[in-house]
């Protein structure tokens, strides 16, 4: 008897590690909704910190580390758009042609995680002046897929 | 004494247009995301607002707060025969509190946006540094209620011109265009003054402090975004 349960207890964590890395799959619409948005939210809050940055002392330890929450954030995404996630299951400004264009849509998800890395990569280089122009890049992608895939407010 | 007074001073009427024009521009380049023509026309607002409350001090008669502000009493028996009323030596007790919000709902949506940041961290007030992204979000909030609360009022504003102009018979406009308004019978109002020297030396500091503004107070930056 020991054995078994012993065998499942460590199949469920196993399920449950591998859940980690795509919590989308198991979530309900209203979570992996409110997942994207607080990722979203906090590419925004390191898109502030590097702008701030560079307005100001241009502290390479803090840019490094919001371009790497930019990047990571970025890979997250992906994942957070299943079917069935659109406006008609909750409140979001994603737009429906998000799953009506995929490909365009995933294009520009990748795109974001190439410009991320590349902000991560002149971060840590410290040099002010190469971070403002990848940065406006990064900021490109996001308004680019933004303009076409998520509501005007 | 001539048939006509001045009741507006040339700067009041410079305030009062170039206002306008703004807030219409803003409202434009907010609504397009030209984020860039929005943030210069923003600050030019500011620098018009801070103007008219230093003109509110030390321009001529009718510009001063101290002439157009009335206490309550007066504001209600203005109110209440409004339409029976003479013409008023510049704003009428109950305009006059008109101005006082508009100015205060247009210094508090200039001062939000100098703090907003938009939903990205793409684009932002030339202070929000000083604050943290949520900080930022809020004050993004607070400048989209300011603007539709001065949408209100710029509506009333126009709804009372049209009360006069209509029911009264009475041109408010002409008078901010030409500054000057028919003179009433037995009316015996001098002209406006005001001093060039004194507007020049206003206009000049203010424009130092919005310049400063739109620097964030950085004024050796390391990176231009």
């Not at chain 1, 460590?10 to 919590?23: D, I, N, P, R, Y």
């Not at chain 1, 758009?81 to 299951?89: E, H, L, R, Y």
């Not at chain 2, 409004?82 to 001062?111: C, M, Q, Y």
């Not at chain 2, 703090?115 to 932002?124: A, H, P």
Request: hydrophobic share 50%.
């Amino acid at each position: 008897m020991n054995k078994p349960s012993f065998r499942t207890f460590a199949a469920a964590l196993a399920v449950l590690a591998a859940a980690g890395g795509s919590l989308a799959v198991a979530a309900s619409p209203a979570d992996t909704i409110a997942l994207r948005q607080a990722n979203f939210k906090k590419m925004g809050g390191a898109m502030k910190v590097i702008k701030d940055e560079l307005a100001g002392s241009a502290n390479k330890a803090k840019m490094a580390g919001a371009a790497k929450t930019i990047a990571a954030m970025a890979r997250a995404q992906g994942p957070l758009f299943p079917n069935g996630t659109g406006p008609s299951a909750g409140k979001t400004d994603a737009l429906p042609a998000i799953w009506s264009q995929r490909p365009t849509f995933d294009g520009h998800a990748k795109k974001l995680i190439a410009e991320a890395d590349k902000l991560v990569a002149v971060a840590g280089s410290g040099n002010a002046a190469a971070v403002g122009v990848q940065f406006k890049a990064v900021g490109g992608t996001c308004s680019g897929c933004h303009k076409q895939f998520r509501a005007d407010d | 004494m001539t048939e006509k007074v001045r009741v507006w001073d040339v700067p009041v009427r410079l305030f009062h247009w170039s206002l306008l024009g703004l807030f219409a521009f803003s409202w434009w380049s907010g609504e397009n995301h030209e984020m860039e023509w929005h943030r210069q026309s923003g600050l030019l607002i500011l620098a018009l607002l801070l103007f008219r409350l230093f003109w509110g001090l030390a321009g001529s008669r009718t510009a001063r707060f101290a002439h157009f502000l009335k206490g309550p009493r007066t504001v209600l028996a203005y109110a209440r025969k409004a339409a029976d009323e003479h013409a008023t030596d510049g704003h009428n007790p109950l305009g006059g509190w008109s101005v006082a919000a508009l100015l205060a709902v247009l210094l508090t949506l200039v001062v939000a946006g100098l703090f907003s940041v938009d939903v990205d961290g793409l684009e932002s007030g030339p202070l929000a540094d000083y604050i943290s992204f949520d900080g930022g979000r809020t004050a993004a909030e607070i400048h989209e209620v300011a603007f539709n609360v001065a949408l209100g009022l710029i509506g009333l504003h126009v709804c009372a011109i049209g009360f006069y102009q209509f029911l009264v018979g009475r041109d408010l406009v002409s008078p901010m265009i030409t500054g000057r308004r028919e003179r009433e019978q037995g009316e015996t109002l001098d002209d406006v003054r005001w001093s060039p020297v004194r507007a020049l030396i206003g206009l000049v500091v203010i424009l130092a402090l919005v310049w400063a503004v739109s620097k964030g107070f950085h004024f050796n930056s390391a990176g231009d975004v």
